[in-house]
Structures are given as C-alpha cells and as structure tokens.
C-alpha cells in the first residue's frame, strides 16, 4: 500500500509541476531543431528561469522563421498548403493543441499564413491566461524568450 501511495504523490508532483509537459516540449525542441543538446538543453532552462522571473508561466521558443522552417518540412512537396492533420500535429507538438483538439476540419486548406496566425495567436492566448491582460508583459517576455 505504501508503494501506491509513493505512485500517486509521484503522479502528483508530475501534474502539479507541469514535469510530463516540460519534457515533452524540450524533445520536440530538440528533434526540431537539432542542436547541440547539451548547451541547447541549458539554453532553454535558463530561458524558462527568466520566464518565471518575468512572470509568464510557459515560454515558447518560435519565431516567425521557426515557424516558416516547421511548415515548410511539412510541405515538402512545396506546394505553399499543408493538410488539416500536419496542421493539427504541428500545433499538438507545440504544445498548442490538446490531444482531444478543439480544431474542427472545414475542409480548407492550411497556408503559410493561417498556421503563422493560427501558432502566433495560441501563444498570445496561453501567455495571456498565464499572465493577464498586459500586453507589454506579453511583449517584454515574449522578446526576451524568443530564438535568436
């Protein structure tokens, strides 16, 4: 009975500690960029430390030529579209789509620009429930985070 009591304050830590998610994102960072891991891993945490001390809750580390790079890979034949599923995946990997999703398939194709809008937009949503309504603390994070 111990056993399963030490399982669940574990689980406990893990949820409470956001640990599942922050290791998930720090592998997709990792397998999309592909940098030098140890020095990008260090990187990173020192980006989420001064997160905490700007007050916004989860950084997230694309600019709009990561974004560019992650849709092109997707549109490999060049076309300038990808289909709703890349799309849906791309934005899960992010971390900006639950896995139960709360996008709908109308049928239209996904440009460059609707997944440029639709990631710019659910960062500044996830950031603006984290930290409020103050835009300029959005800005002051968001630039101090972003990839250079």
Known sequence: METSNRELQAAEYLERHRI???VSYLTSALLFFRPKPR??????????????VTGVAFPFFMDNSNIVAMFEMMDSSGRGTISFVQYKEALKTLGLCTEDGDLKDDGHIITLDKFKEEVNKRMKEICEKTKGKDSE????????????
Not at 39 to 52: D, H, Q, W
Not at 138 to 146: K, N, R
């Open 137 to 148: 603390s959005y800005q002051t994070a968001a630039g101090l985070l972003l990839l250079h």
């Open 20 to 22: 599942k998610e922050l």
């Open 39 to 52: 020095e990008y891993l260090i990187s990173l945490l020192e980006r989420l430390r001064i997160a905490k």
